[in-house]
């Protein structure tokens, strides 16, 4: 059984950075997607970045393209998200996600999670 723990959540200023951390434990194989998702206050929860272990694949979502990075220590099986030019918009609760087999864009088709970290960016 996989569990994810996240950690690196905190409140900045805009333009400031954060990077989050997620560690796996468990068994799992390079044949797992993991992903960091958001979900602002009131609304739905949307995708911020996933990357599948097996190849290195990475996609990083519209709204956060050119700030966020999404990489992985596969030694430390650790799955980091840097937060580069943070923007009052990217307040939100982020949790790490996986799922094995492909790698699916939809939060819903993820079926591990984290308990989440919150960030808040301030203006």
């Known amino acids: 059984q996989v569990q994810l723990v996240e950690s690196g959540g905190g409140s900045v200023q805009s333009g400031g950075s954060l990077r989050l951390s997620c560690v796996a434990s468990g068994y799992m194989s390079s044949n797992y997607c993991m992903g960091w998702f958001r979900q602002p206050p009131g609304k739905e929860r949307e995708g911020v970045a996933r990357t599948y272990i097996g190849t290195g694949w990475t996609s990083i979502a519209d709204p956060v393209k050119g700030r966020f990075t999404i990489s992985r220590d596969n030694t430390e099986r650790t799955l980091y998200l840097q937060m580069n030019s943070l923007k009052p918009d990217d307040t939100a609760m982020y949790y790490c996600?996986?799922?094995?087999?492909?790698?699916?864009?939809?939060?819903?088709?993820?079926?591990?999670w984290g308990q989440g970290t919150q960030v808040t960016v301030s203006s």
């Open positions: 996600a996986a799922v094995g087999g492909g790698c699916p864009s939809s939060w819903r088709q993820f079926n591990v």
